[in-house]
């Protein structure tokens, strides 16, 4: 198939929901292969953001690429229109930090983008295409991908209010039913947050005007273009961060309470299952011991499956009765101790981390944080345990990464780590 950009210039203007900044967005044509990027005019030499997950930063409530003040935010309802579309190069300039509100969905950008026209170009389109499940969380955001032909949504909310409770669809994207189904669901928030979201920062662009605003009974002046609005708006919200894998994604995925930055760490999964390959080094006990500090009884690490330095680490602890820990940790009914298990992850995450450094043993692995820590499941002997790793983001000696540890392809534990490689 043909790459797509559009045939001419195209452009809207209004105020940013949560900075409250006017700015006028343009979409410009982009040659083959260039993909999309946002482009600031406000700032000096006018720098590029690329749409796409390398440049997302982790945050609430909204999309952010690029970091302050060289940043993009709020993007996902644009980006929602430029995927659904098929957009695959494409230029959005900005002259201000985030793209207007409009109504609150996501029309106003298709609209602007078919008054365009989608225009083919020589090139070859990129799929993101899955070879076997991914399934991923964050907090209550829960995620499983499946290989498919096409993208499908299936998507569940959950509110605690009269006008959402639980609400669920299921839809198999094309250009035609997003603009039909999706584009048209707006935001929506609770007037008992908006105190608290200013506070923070937020929602300074905000009004009955461009978005669905709920008191405790119902909505506040506006009617819902459909009932289901509000899982139609999660589902065009997964649609647009899902546009930041730099590629058209086909699988089916499987949303339960999506966010932003569930869906951001659900691409990055994707994409990290498709760059396994010649890359993944295996090592085996003496290799380990050659770069981890720890020994007997705290070695709790016995093979590494899969290395691919800066990216990705799959780590293999096998959990027999003879563990020390044992003898003292409920004698008569033994259970791993939840703290060990994050400390083996953290351990797997030390040979991401220094795998690729020269000389490991001149170094040595600080973890700086712990964030969304969960036990799903006892782990008993004669379990073995997998953990993987991702690193989802470094910056100097510091770093991110998130591990999950499975049985027998269960999830039994996970979390956020934060780390530095220092001097020994």
Not at 114 to 140: C, K, N, T
Not at 252 to 259: D, E, F, G, K, L
Not at 316 to 325: A, G, R
Request: hydrophobic share 45%; proline share 6%.
């Amino acid at each position: 198939m043909s790459r797509n950009t559009i045939g001419r210039a195209a452009s809207v203007e209004g105020v940013g929901l949560h900075l409250g900044v006017p700015c006028r967005l343009t979409f410009l044509p982009a040659p083959s292969g260039a993909g999309v990027s946002f482009r600031r005019t406000d700032l000096a030499g006018a720098p590029t953001i690329r749409a796409h997950v390398d440049a997302a930063v982790l945050t609430d409530r909204r999309t952010q690429l690029g970091d302050d003040p060289v940043s993009v935010h709020t993007v996902e309802h644009v980006l929602a229109a430029v995927g659904a579309l098929e957009v695959d190069d494409l230029v959005i300039e900005l002259n201000g930090p985030e793209p207007p509100i409009m109504d609150g969905s996501a029309r106003p950008f298709v609209d602007a983008l078919q008054s365009a026209g989608i225009a083919p170009q020589d090139g070859s389109v990129q799929y993101l295409e899955l070879q076997e499940p991914v399934r991923f969380a964050d907090g209550a955001a829960e995620y499983e991908a499946y290989p498919a032909r096409r993208l499908e949504l299936d998507v569940l909310i959950e509110f605690p209010h009269p006008m959402i409770g639980v609400q669920q669809g299921h839809y198999d994207l094309s250009a035609e039913r997003f603009t039909a189904e999706l584009a048209g669901a707006r935001t929506f928030g609770f007037v008992r947050e908006v105190e608290t979201l200013r506070a923070m920062g937020l929602i300074k662009g905000a009004s009955t005007a461009n978005a669905v605003v709920l008191d405790e009974t119902g909505v506040v002046d506006a009617e819902l273009r459909w009932p289901d609005e509000f899982v139609r708006h999660k589902a065009l919200d997964c649609v647009g961060d899902l546009t930041l894998a730099g590629a058209r994604v086909r699988a089916r995925i499987v949303a339960r309470r999506p966010s932003h930055r569930g869906t951001v760490q659900l691409v990055r999964a994707m994409r990290a299952s498709l760059m396994r390959g010649s890359t993944v080094a295996e090592l085996g006990i003496e290799d380990i011991m050659k770069v981890l500090p720890h020994r007997y009884p705290f070695l709790l690490v016995d093979r590494v499956v899969e290395l691919d330095p800066g990216k990705r680490v799959v780590g293999i602890k096998n959990v027999t009765i003879n563990e020390p820990f044992f003898q003292g940790h409920f004698p008569g009914h033994p259970i791993m101790p939840g703290v060990l298990i994050i400390e083996a992850m953290a351990q797997v995450g030390g040979m991401l981390l220094l795998g690729a450094i020269a000389d490991p043993q001149s170094k040595v692995v600080y973890f700086t944080s712990l964030n969304n820590v969960k036990w799903r499941r006892p782990v008993k002997p004669g379990d073995q345990l997998r953990f993987e790793l991702d690193l989802l983001q470094v910056r100097g000696t510091m770093c991110r990464m998130r591990g999950v540890a499975k049985v027998d392809g269960e999830i039994v534990a996970e979390a956020e780590m934060g780390a530095m490689v220092r001097d020994r």
